[in-house]
Structure formats: structure tokens, C-alpha cells
């Protein structure tokens, strides 16, 4: 005789309780079921008020898995220093190990997931704009939405402690039905009004890269990736579900990504996937050299050929390819990379772009490979100590989250992360954009400068600011 919902519920958080007391320590407990929901986004801002600070929003490109995370159950934050992949994994180990499952299960990107991500740098000191991050910051949510191929999932966290009782379940129920009848239709959004629109120390950003230039021509230095900041200011808080609406309107070939800690949101639509795992299947991608795009349909062809020419950009880009191709031979019983690369055409820019398919080796988790790939050339430079140490010399700029690995990883192996370009770090009614470009030998500031300017678009335009040519 089958058990009802509630009853499989009470049973799994009572054994989860049990298995508590008897470890004297906390378990995890999830609960998994199917729901009928269309619209993520809603989700998210059915949180709004109830979950500020500790919401997360993850949707890939070809639109096959969406997620919404509300609420915080368990944070997962290592030391800033070279362990601390191997630190994140060995705690989400621990809880997956004594955690307890009920309702539906093996289902991709579902049950008990760990949503976060990691700075550029651990050695930069990033105290000031990205107080509430840190150097790398997880968190299981309360409830998750997953939306898988064409079918919705809800997830209900609880961490179990020694003591809990079955008032839990209770609570439980009453928090996920008080937000649920809040309605998960339509998005409550209005637009955001722009106040100030400040460049960043451009001059100085001009002059280091010209230094970064004659220093490249003069040492084994051969490739420096640098970024700039743009500061945005509003006349009202700004909505993140807002940002997030727009970029998924206007970026459908990107990551459409957020990740609250405290008052601030990291939100950005990046176009570049750092890693993909799918049981043993595993895919990157190597995304460097762009350009922007045409006014007709005919400038744009003739500026993809000039890309897909361009010696500097294809520079720039096989030092990406070559990258990835090793770190991923290191880890993978096969790995298929085509001859050349391709267009990948946004709204308002265009890059070479390559994909990397592979087999990982048996116990090789998402993580190991998010170590061995973070940062490639298109974010840090090569080679890559030395670019990543004169980044942290030259650049004057707090990167924090920014072209930093950001994803989720589930309990049966699967998981993705992106680099987190094309993004803005949201405070208040403040935003800062972040932008960068890679320094090679035949580099110009002027040039260099108006890249950078380009790649502001995206988040320019979700945000309300003012697009550069």
C-alpha cells in the first residue's frame, strides 16, 4: 500500500532526526517532489521579501536546466588559500554521506545541491566591495526550484541537529506554504532609474595597460588579461528579479546567473561555461577573441570574417584552447577538440568559440576540474602564475566574484559552473560592472579600451545605462 506525501515526508525527517541524535552530529534532509511551475523567475521573487540576501538564480544557455534557490540551510565557506576546492568538496562530501532523500529521486539538479562559487584571486584582498562574498562562498537553499527539460521540481531542505523534534516538520510545512500562497505568477519588477553613469579610473586604466604592453614585449610575460569597473547609480534600490528578466530577454545565448550574500547580488549573463559534468561527460569551453557586432546584417558578417582572421584574436584564442586541451588531458580518458573555431554571436558582441567534450576518469569530481581550468587565458593570462600575480600588482580593481568560477554541483555527480564575466555586483542602488580584455604584444589602451567598453553592454543594457558604441 503506497504512503502518502506527507507520511514518506515525516518519516524520512524522522529517520533524518534519529540518524542526528545518533551521530551527534547534523544531517541533511531533503525532499523532492514534482510541481507545476512555468516561470521560474517568479519563484525567485516570490522570495523577495521573505529570503533578501540568500537567493541564487541559475538558467544555461539551451534552457535545460533552470534553478531558483530561496532561503539558507547550511553555508559552505573554506579559508582563502589553495585548498580551498578541496576544502568546499570534503564538507559537501561530509553532509552527502549521513544525508537522508524522500520523494523523488535521480533526477538531475535536484535534492540536496550546492549552488555558489569562488573569487578570481584568493590572494587578492577583496574586504571592501565583496565584504559579503568573501573569497568563496556556498549555500544549500531552503527550497529549490529546478526546472529540468519541461518538468518542475521542488526541493525542501532541512539540516537535522541532535536535538530537533517533530515540531521541525511542522515549521517546515508552514514556511514553504506561506511563501507558496504568495503566488508564483507574473514578476513584480519595475524599471530601474538611472541617476550617474562614472567611469572608473580609466585614465590610469589606459596607462597600465600600455605598461602592461612594453612589459610583455620585454619579459616571457605574453598574454595579461585586465579589467575595468564602471559605477552605475539609481534613484531607487535596484530589483535583481528586474536585472534578471531583461537578461534573460536579451541574452538567451548566455548563463543567466545571480548570487545574493547579505544586501548585495552578484547578477550577470556570462557566455563562457568553465566546466560541465554530466556523470562521466564532461564539456568546456574555450571562448577569447571578440569583437563587436555589425548595424546590418552585412557589417556583421564582415566583422565575424575579420574576427575569424584576425590574427591577435586567434592568438589570444588558441592560447585558451591549448590551455583547456591540457588541463583537461590530465583528467580525462578522452577528449575531442575540433580543428578550429567558430562564431558565437550575443546581442552585443561576437567571439571565437571552440566547445571541448571529454571522458573523466573514474572519482574525478566537478570541482577537480574547476581547479585545473580556473583561470584560463581569457581571464588570467599567460603564463598563468605570472599573469595572475601582475594582475594583482597592476590592475586596482577588487575583481572579487568577477571572472571567478560560479555553478552548482548535485549529489549524484552532475554539475556545471561559468566564469562570471558580463556581470555587475548590485548594491543597493548602486551598481559596479566589470569588464576586461587580454593584453598581448600588439595591444593598444585605445583599443583595449573600447573592448572593454563593448563588453559593458550587456549588463548596461538589463540595467538601464547608457550603451557604448
Same mark, same amino acid.
Given at each position: 500500500m503506497?504512503i ?11 529517520s533524518a ?5 545518533d551521530?551527534?552530529d ?14 521560474p ?19 544555461d ?8 534557490g530561496?532561503?539558507n ?29 524522500t ?13 555558489g562559487g569562488?573569487?578570481f ?14 573569497d568563496n562562498?556556498f549555500?544549500?537553499?531552503? %527550497?529549490?526550484?529546478? /526546472?529540468?527539460?519541461?518538468? =518542475?521540481? !521542488?526541493?525542501?531542505? +532541512?539540516?537535522?541537529s *541532535?536535538?530537533?523534534?517533530e515540531?521541525? %516538520?511542522?515549521?517546515? /510545512?508552514?514556511?514553504?506554504? =506561506?511563501? !507558496?500562497?504568495?503566488? +508564483?505568477?507574473?514578476? *513584480? ?8 553613469q ?12 600600455t605598461e ?7 619579459t616571457?610575460l ?10 552605475l547609480?539609481?534613484e531607487?534600490?535596484?530589483?535583481s528579479?528586474k ?5 534573460i530577454a ?9 548570487l545574493?550574500a547579505g ?6 549573463a ?14 568546456s ?11 546590418d546584417?552585412r ?19 588558441q592560447?585558451v584552447v591549448?590551455m583547456?586541451?591540457?588541463a583537461?588531458d ?6 575531442v ?6 562564431l ?5 558582441i561576437?567571439h571565437?568559440?571552440?566547445p ?26 599567460l ?5 595572475v ?12 566574484f ?13 554539475g556545471?559552473?561559468a ?7 548590485i ?36 540595467l ?6
Amino acid at each position: 500500500m503506497a504512503i502518502s506525501e506527507e507520511t514518506e515526508q515525516f518519516q524520512g525527517l524522522a529517520s533524518a532526526i534519529q540518524k542526528a541524535k545518533d551521530l551527534n552530529d547534523q544531517v541533511l534532509f531533503s525532499h523532492i517532489k514534482k510541481i507545476q511551475c512555468t516561470n521560474p523567475l517568479s519563484f525567485y521573487q516570490a522570495g523577495r521579501e521573505r529570503y533578501a540576501g540568500e537567493r541564487f538564480f541559475w538558467e544555461d544557455p539551451a534552457k535545460e536546466i533552470t534553478i531558483t534557490g530561496l532561503g539558507n540551510v547550511k553555508k559552505l565557506k573554506a579559508a582563502a588559500n589553495a585548498e580551498r576546492y578541496r576544502e568546499v568538496e570534503k564538507s559537501w562530501i561530509k553532509l552527502q554521506e549521513t544525508a537522508v532523500k524522500t520523494g523523488v529521486t535521480d533526477v538531475e539538479a535536484t535534492g540536496p545541491l550546492l549552488f555558489g562559487g569562488f573569487s578570481f584571486d584568493y590572494e587578492s584582498n577583496s574586504t571592501i566591495l565583496w565584504n559579503h562574498f568573501g573569497d568563496n562562498l556556498f549555500y544549500i537553499p531552503a %527550497f529549490m526550484l529546478s /526546472i529540468v527539460g519541461k518538468q =518542475a521540481y !521542488l526541493t525542501t531542505n +532541512l539540516l537535522c541537529s *541532535p536535538d530537533d523534534s517533530e515540531k521541525l %516538520f511542522r515549521d517546515m /510545512i508552514n514556511e514553504r506554504e =506561506a511563501f !507558496l500562497s504568495e503566488g +508564483l505568477d507574473g514578476v *513584480p519588477c519595475g524599471p530601474n532609474s538611472l541617476v550617474k553613469q562614472r567611469e572608473v579610473q580609466s585614465a590610469e586604466w589606459k596607462r597600465t595597460v600600455t605598461e602592461a604592453v612594453e612589459e610583455i614585449k620585454t619579459t616571457d610575460l605574453d598574454k595579461i588579461v585586465l579589467a575595468r569597473e564602471l559605477r552605475l547609480t539609481f534613484e531607487h534600490s535596484i530589483d535583481s528579479g528586474k536585472v534578471l528578466e531583461q537578461l534573460i530577454a536579451e541574452q538567451p545565448l548566455s548563463y543567466i546567473f545571480s548570487l545574493e550574500a547579505g544586501g548585495d547580488c552578484f547578477v550577470g549573463a556570462t557566455p563562457e561555461r568553465l566546466i560541465k559534468k554530466q556523470g562521466d561527460a564532461v564539456f568546456s569551453t574555450c571562448l577569447a577573441g571578440s569583437m563587436g557586432r555589425g548595424k546590418d546584417q552585412r557589417e556583421d558578417v564582415s566583422l565575424g570574417n575579420e574576427l575569424l582572421h584576425d590574427q591577435k584574436n586567434l592568438q589570444e584564442h588558441q592560447y585558451v584552447v591549448s590551455m583547456i586541451s591540457n588541463a583537461f588531458d590530465a583528467v580525462c580518458e578522452k577528449v575531442v577538440i575540433p580543428d578550429g573555431p567558430e562564431l558565437m554571436k550575443n546581442r552585443h558582441i561576437q567571439h571565437l568559440y571552440t566547445p571541448v567534450r571529454g571522458v573523466a576518469k573514474e572519482g574525478v569530481t566537478i570541482l577537480q576540474f574547476v581547479e585545473n581550468l580556473h583561470p584560463t587565458p581569457a581571464m588570467g593570462g599567460l603564463p598563468k602564475g605570472k599573469a595572475v600575480v601582475r594582475i594583482r600588482e597592476m590592475e586596482g580593481l577588487e575583481r572579487g566574484f568577477y571572472a571567478g568560477p560560479l555553478g552548482w554541483m548535485d549529489t549524484y555527480g552532475n554539475g556545471e559552473f561559468a566564469v562570471g564575466i558580463r556581470s555587475a555586483l548590485i548594491q543597493d542602488n548602486e551598481a559596479s560592472l566589470f569588464a576586461g580584455c587580454g593584453v598581448v604584444e600588439d595591444s593598444t589602451a585605445s583599443a583595449e579600451f573600447r573592448e572593454t567598453g563593448i563588453k559593458f553592454n550587456p549588463m548596461l543594457s538589463a540595467l538601464g545605462g547608457n550603451l557604448n558604441e
